[in-house]
């Protein structure tokens, strides 16, 4: 999970200092095509085996959310403090638990629905409408919160039904599809600097999510988990020292509260998950 905080960090340092030099979703669509071209070796095979029309429907859907989230992103990138984009980004599984609930019929019992009342809490002190003038880019980044959990709502789904490789090989094509009418309407001639910056890109978000894989196979998640707190920590370090951001405090603790509710919640679920595998102790064995 270290590995994986700096990946992400690294991502956002990279996405940051270009500066909207490329529109954004142009510069997605150069990224999804390093990326489609790193999982080759995985997408062929799932191609050539071939899918179900729901199952292209759902990789339809989810390729079009991704592509709009992914097109905020770069976007509040080029707008907003790399602390303040990765803040907002906490909200992500937040936006999972209340979609599972609403799509997939999980329970909100009294205590997540408090965590995520926490989580919220931490959302507006990063933000603080009324208090400051908000960027569109922290509405961007808001949308792409709220985007990205429905991609990851839909992953879940796909997953009990084909591999997680083929999953994000799949995600990593119909982006780049998808991107493919935006770009050739905002297209601007990149230079090799541009295209060598976004290819980094694309090996930082590839690797991040591999070492982010395996850190969950490794250890549960009430104790990965929390580690995602020093990519706030990160971030703002390099919003300080490279790009000359101010430290906003404000930023760090909304963050830490959505982190704790974050972690609150997957040990919930941990716990629950312990006590339905434990069979109970006048269990009949077999």
Same mark, same amino acid.
């Given at each position: 999970m270290l590995l994986t905080g700096f990946c992400f960090v690294a991502v956002n340092t990279i996405v940051r200092g270009l500066e909207g030099a490329l529109p954004a979703p142009q510069a997605a669509f150069i990224r999804f095509? +390093?990326?489609?071209?790193? #999982?080759?070796p995985a997408l062929l095979p799932a191609l050539?085996?071939?899918?179900?029309?729901? %199952? $292209?429907?759902?990789?339809? #859907?989810?390729? &079009?959310?991704?592509?709009?989230?992914? *097109?905020? $992103?770069? +976007?509040a990138m080029a707008r907003i403090t790399v602390a303040e984009v990765t803040a907002i980004g906490f909200l992500n599984p937040i936006m999972v638990t209340v979609g599972a609930a609403l799509? #997939?019929?999980?329970?909100?019992? *009294?205590?997540? *629905?408090?965590?995520?009342?926490?989580?919220? %809490?931490?959302?507006? *002190?990063? %933000?603080?409408?009324?208090?400051?003038?908000?960027?569109?880019?922290?509405?961007s980044q808001l949308g792409a919160a709220v985007m990205f959990g429905g991609s990851y709502l839909l992953a879940k789904r796909l997953t009990d039904m084909i591999s997680p490789v083929a999953v994000v090989a799949m995600l990593s094509l119909t982006c780049m599809i998808g991107l493919i009418p935006l770009t050739i309407i905002v297209w601007v001639p990149p230079t090799f600097g541009q295209?060598? $910056? #976004?290819?980094?890109?694309?090996?930082?978000?590839?690797?991040?999510? +591999?070492?982010?894989?395996?850190?969950?196979?490794?250890?549960?998640?009430?104790?990965?988990?929390?580690?995602?707190?020093?990519? &706030?920590? $990160?971030?703002?370090?390099?919003?300080?020292?490279?790009f000359h951001e101010p430290l906003d405090e404000w930023v760090i603790?909304?963050?830490? %509260?959505?982190?704790?509710a974050i972690t609150y919640i997957t040990w919930r679920e941990a716990r629950i998950r312990a006590r339905t595998k434990t069979p109970p102790v006048n269990a009949t064995k077999g």
């Amino acid at each position: 999970m270290l590995l994986t905080g700096f990946c992400f960090v690294a991502v956002n340092t990279i996405v940051r200092g270009l500066e909207g030099a490329l529109p954004a979703p142009q510069a997605a669509f150069i990224r999804f095509v +390093y990326g489609t071209a790193f #999982l080759l070796p995985a997408l062929l095979p799932a191609l050539r085996q071939g899918f179900s029309a729901s %199952l $292209w429907r759902l990789f339809a #859907l989810r390729g &079009l959310l991704h592509v709009l989230a992914v *097109i905020a $992103w770069f +976007y509040a990138m080029a707008r907003i403090t790399v602390a303040e984009v990765t803040a907002i980004g906490f909200l992500n599984p937040i936006m999972v638990t209340v979609g599972a609930a609403l799509f #997939l019929g999980e329970k909100l019992a *009294i205590r997540r *629905i408090a965590a995520i009342g926490v989580a919220l %809490l931490g959302a507006v *002190i990063v %933000l603080r409408p009324g208090i400051r003038e908000l960027d569109p880019g922290h509405l961007s980044q808001l949308g792409a919160a709220v985007m990205f959990g429905g991609s990851y709502l839909l992953a879940k789904r796909l997953t009990d039904m084909i591999s997680p490789v083929a999953v994000v090989a799949m995600l990593s094509l119909t982006c780049m599809i998808g991107l493919i009418p935006l770009t050739i309407i905002v297209w601007v001639p990149p230079t090799f600097g541009q295209l060598g $910056w #976004l290819g980094l890109v694309a090996l930082f978000g590839t690797c991040g999510h +591999y070492t982010m894989t395996r850190a969950f196979a490794a250890a549960p998640m009430t104790v990965t988990q929390p580690v995602t707190f020093l990519q &706030l920590i $990160w971030a703002s370090m390099v919003g300080v020292f490279i790009f000359h951001e101010p430290l906003d405090e404000w930023v760090i603790l909304g963050g830490g %509260l959505m982190i704790g509710a974050i972690t609150y919640i997957t040990w919930r679920e941990a716990r629950i998950r312990a006590r339905t595998k434990t069979p109970p102790v006048n269990a009949t064995k077999g």
